[in-house]
């Protein structure tokens, strides 16, 4: 009503007037027509959110994450291109030694407030941001530093021992799932993020455990490996 008194140029009293246009009675209150609710609803709609940034911290699980994409690439585009596999494998983990460089640099030059980064640098507690977070500090980027640089040597060796296997590409691709899953484990903020990368570091090693199956004492220390997991589990 104040709006239209100014761009219809009308009086106080005739704005007033109209302010009570939309309005019907319900009983002693009066409660707004639906024409005037959906319309306020759609000028709620209207105003500008904050956006959601986020947060530096999750840079550290760029390499995680890329393993993880190799890890979950089915077994016949695997087995079919093993050489391809071996160099995504070396290059991923290789490039987790470049992100803790650069981790490191950031936190020198602007050391952060604190150690745990949520998801999302603007969200509530009670988000699903906030369930989910990454610990950034000298010792997590010290290990991440050496399972990424045990992966590379691991992928590089496996390339040439391998080499005529016909799951040869299935034994990387299992490879970048249990490396990428225990770099989760290690720069994990939350339990709840600790314990399903802990399940997923366990089943693929003992898919690498097993992974000649006709091997009887490696399916002995597999299945004792499985027992140790589930219990701490």
């Not at 993880?68 to 016949?76: A, C, I, K, V, Y």
């Not at 030059?109 to 990454?134: I, Y």
């Amino acid at each position: 009503a104040y709006h239209e008194a100014q761009y219809t140029r009308e009086s106080p009293k005739a704005a007033k007037a109209s302010s009570t246009d939309g309005i019907e009675p319900h009983g002693d209150t009066t409660r707004p027509c639906p024409g005037v609710r959906q319309q306020r609803r759609q000028e709620a709609m209207r105003w500008p959110r904050p956006p959601r940034r986020l947060s530096p911290g999750m840079l550290i699980l760029l390499t995680p994450v890329l393993l993880g994409m190799f890890g979950l690439l089915p077994d016949r585009i695997a087995n079919a291109r093993p050489l391809r596999m071996s160099r995504l494998v070396q290059g991923a983990a290789l490039s987790g030694i470049a992100v803790v460089l650069l981790m490191l640099f950031l936190i020198t030059a602007h050391p952060p407030a604190a150690a745990t980064h949520t998801l999302f640098t603007d969200v509530g507690q009670g988000a699903w941001g906030s369930a989910f977070s990454v610990m950034v500090d000298s010792l997590s980027l010290t290990i991440l530093a050496l399972v990424a640089l045990l992966t590379a040597l691991v992928a590089r060796f496996s390339t040439h021992y391998l080499q005529g296997d016909p799951r040869h590409g299935s034994f990387f691709r299992w490879l970048a799932l249990t490396a990428g899953a225990f770099m989760l484990v290690v720069v994990s903020g939350d339990l709840l993020t600790f314990a399903l990368a802990i399940i997923i570091t366990g089943t693929g090693l003992n898919r690498l455990l097993t992974y000649y199956g006709q091997r009887q004492p490696a399916l002995m220390v597999a299945h004792k490996k499985l027992l140790f997991s589930r219990g701490a589990d």
